[in-house]
């Protein structure tokens, strides 16, 4: 993959984190939030060289930074989730990535490449769900007195909105690249002389 389409896909990445992190489940104005998605496709397309990975990786993650910054600091929205536990999100992030980075070369746009696929951006999103919930249960101070029966009783009303929306994103990407691809098959019809 040449330096310019790495750009282009890493661009187009932080642009949609940029459109969606500021609200987890969308609304009739906004959609939901893509970053369980953009970590896993970043993995998936950005070169195979690890340092143009690396260089990716990381910035997606100051994006996803700056945008949580601009929300509280300028939007005023909620800090609540600004505690220890959010440094957990690089490695959150970083599975995502490694995942989808582990799966592109058995990417392909037929019957089983597109089940593989999708299988693995849900084991993905799961695990990304899990793990993120997880360390925010036990690094983020708020739930002492709340056993991880009770926590994870309230979490899991939230895992279906989330995987949905990352599959959708994923789905969606995919759809936009087999189009691209039919469309690059197609050469134009010679006019006869």
């Known amino acids: 993959m040449n330096n310019n389409k790495t750009i282009a896909i890493v661009a187009s990445l932080a642009v949609l984190m940029a459109a969606t992190r ?61 505690t220890p536990a959010y440094w957990f999100l690089i490695p959150t992030y970083g599975s995502l990535w490694l995942i989808g980075r582990w799966f592109a070369p058995r990417h392909s746009m037929e019957g089983r490449g597109l089940v593989g696929l999708a299988l ?51 789905a969606c990407t995919v759809g936009i690249q087999m189009i691209v691809g039919i469309i690059g098959k197609q050469k134009p019809h010679s006019r006869p002389v």
Not at 130 to 141: I, R, V
Not at 159 to 166: F, M, N, P
């Open 22 to 82: 500021f609200n987890h489940f969308g609304s009739a104005l906004s959609l939901p939030d893509a970053s369980l998605a953009i970590f896993f496709l970043g993995g998936l397309y950005v070169a195979r060289s690890n340092r143009a990975s690396i260089a990716a990786f990381i910035v997606l993650i100051l994006t996803a930074g700056m945008v949580d910054y601009y929300a509280i600091a300028i939007q005023g929205v909620s800090d609540w989730c600004m």
């Open 120 to 170: 693995t951006a849900w084991v993905a999103s799961s695990f990304a769900f899990l793990f993120s919930n997880a360390t925010f249960y036990m690094f983020s101070e708020y739930f002492g007195s709340m056993s991880v029966v009770e926590y994870i009783s309230r979490i899991t009303q939230y895992y279906g909105s989330y995987i949905s929306a990352a599959m959708l994103y994923v």
